[in-house]
C-alpha cells in the first residue's frame, strides 16, 4: 500500500509539473500563479502547495529535469563518437536541444542569475549540485584523453563555463533555429581539441598548475570527488575508482594528444 501510495504522489507530482511548464511557456513564468497551475493541474491549491511550496520550487524541479535529460542523452551518445571532438559536440549540442523550445523561459529566469542568494540563480549555492552535475557530463565526455592530472581537474570547469556562455548567446540568437549558435558551439569545441596538444606541454605544467591553484583558491574548481560522484551518479557506471571518486589516471599525458588532432 505505501509503494502504491508513492508512485501516485511522484505522478501527480510529475503531473503538476509538466502543468506548470506548460503554463509557463504559453502565458509567461511571472503571469502565471500557484492558483492558475492547480487549477488547470485540477486539484486544489493546497494539494499543489503539498507537492511544490512556491514557484521557485518547480523551477528546480525543472532545473532537475533539464539536467536529467542532459545527461541521458549525453550519455546515449557517446559510445557511437570516436573521438573528442565529436564526443564534446555531442555534449554541447545535446544541451542546445533540450532547451531548444524553452529560450523564453530562460530569459525570464535569468534576471535571477544577477542576485547571488537567490536558490534560482544559474551561478550562486542553491545550484551548486546541479552545476557539479553539469560539470560531470562534460568530465565523462572526456574520459578516456591522455590528459594531465591538472588539466583533468580544470577542464570540466572550463567547459562548463564555456557552455554557459554558448547559452547566453543562445538565448539572444535570432537566426533560424538559432544556426548560428550552432556553429559558434562547433567552433568553439574546434579550438577546444586544437589547443589541447599546447596546453598539455611539460614546459606549461608550472602555468598550469599556477591557474589550478588560483581558481582553487577562488572556489570555482569543484572537489574531485564530487564530479566524480556525480559521474557516477548519471552514468550508472560500474568503475570502482570513479565510485569512490579516486583519479583514473596519472600526470604521464604530457607527451600524448587527443586522438583525433
Do not use: N
Not at 533539464?66 to 563518437?81: F, I, T
Amino acid at each position: 500500500m505505501f509503494e502504491t501510495r508513492t508512485a501516485k504522489g511522484e505522478a501527480t507530482r510529475a503531473r503538476i509539473l509538466e502543468t506548470a511548464l506548460a503554463l509557463f511557456r504559453a502565458r509567461g513564468f511571472d503571469a502565471t500563479t500557484m492558483r492558475d497551475i492547480a487549477a488547470e493541474a485540477g486539484m486544489s491549491l493546497g494539494a499543489a502547495y503539498h507537492y511544490f511550496p512556491s514557484k521557485d520550487a518547480i523551477v528546480i524541479a525543472y532545473y532537475d529535469l533539464v539536467q536529467d535529460e542532459h545527461a541521458r542523452r549525453v550519455h546515449e551518445a557517446l559510445p557511437a563518437e570516436k573521438t573528442l571532438r565529436g564526443r564534446l559536440r555531442a555534449a554541447f549540442h545535446a544541451k542546445l536541444d533540450v532547451l531548444a523550445g524553452d529560450r523564453r523561459l530562460m530569459g525570464a529566469l535569468l534576471r535571477y542569475t544577477g542576485d547571488p542568494d537567490s536558490p534560482l540563480s544559474f551561478l550562486g549555492e542553491g545550484t551548486r549540485a546541479l552545476q557539479y552535475r553539469s560539470m560531470a557530463v562534460f568530465a565523462d565526455a572526456l574520459e578516456g584523453e591522455a590528459l594531465p592530472r591538472d588539466v583533468r581537474g580544470f577542464a570540466p570547469v572550463v567547459l562548463w563555463a564555456l557552455h554557459m556562455g554558448l547559452l547566453l548567446y543562445f538565448l539572444y540568437d535570432r537566426s533560424p533555429d538559432q544556426v548560428r549558435t550552432r556553429r559558434l558551439t562547433d567552433g568553439a569545441v574546434e579550438l577546444f581539441v586544437r589547443s589541447l596538444p599546447l596546453i598539455k606541454l611539460g614546459v606549461l605544467r608550472s602555468m598550469r598548475r599556477r591557474l589550478l591553484g588560483l581558481l582553487d583558491e577562488a572556489e570555482i574548481i569543484p572537489p574531485e570527488a564530487d564530479i566524480e560522484r556525480h559521474r557516477w551518479a548519471q552514468t550508472g557506471g560500474t568503475d570502482d575508482a570513479v565510485a569512490a571518486g579516486e583519479p583514473t589516471d596519472d600526470t604521464d599525458a604530457d607527451a600524448k594528444e587527443p586522438d583525433d588532432v
